[in-house]
């Protein structure tokens, strides 16, 4: 799996986000998500939020995904 493709799966899970998406092995990476629908929620709620964005993904194709999620100050 290529961090594009994750970024895009996000973006369009959560069409209002910023997403950043890092790696370079094919199978550990780093996502920032910074998104109004984050707004007072806890940080677990805003890791849900990102994970069911990637539906099935972390079967087989993504190892490990490093998560730093916000709401827009």
Do not use: N, W
């Not at 899970?13 to 550990?28: F, I, M, S």
């Not at 109004?36 to 099935?56: C, E, N, R, W």
């Amino acid at each position: 799996m290529e961090a594009l493709t994750i970024k895009k799966l996000i973006e369009a899970g959560l069409p209002d986000a910023t997403v950043e998406v890092l790696g370079d092995d094919g199978q550990h990476f780093d996502a920032r998500v910074e998104c109004p629908s984050f707004s007072g929620k806890s940080l677990i709620a805003q890791h849900k939020m990102v994970y069911a964005t990637l539906g099935d993904s972390f079967e087989g194709a993504l190892h490990a995904l490093s998560l730093k999620t916000s709401a827009p100050r």
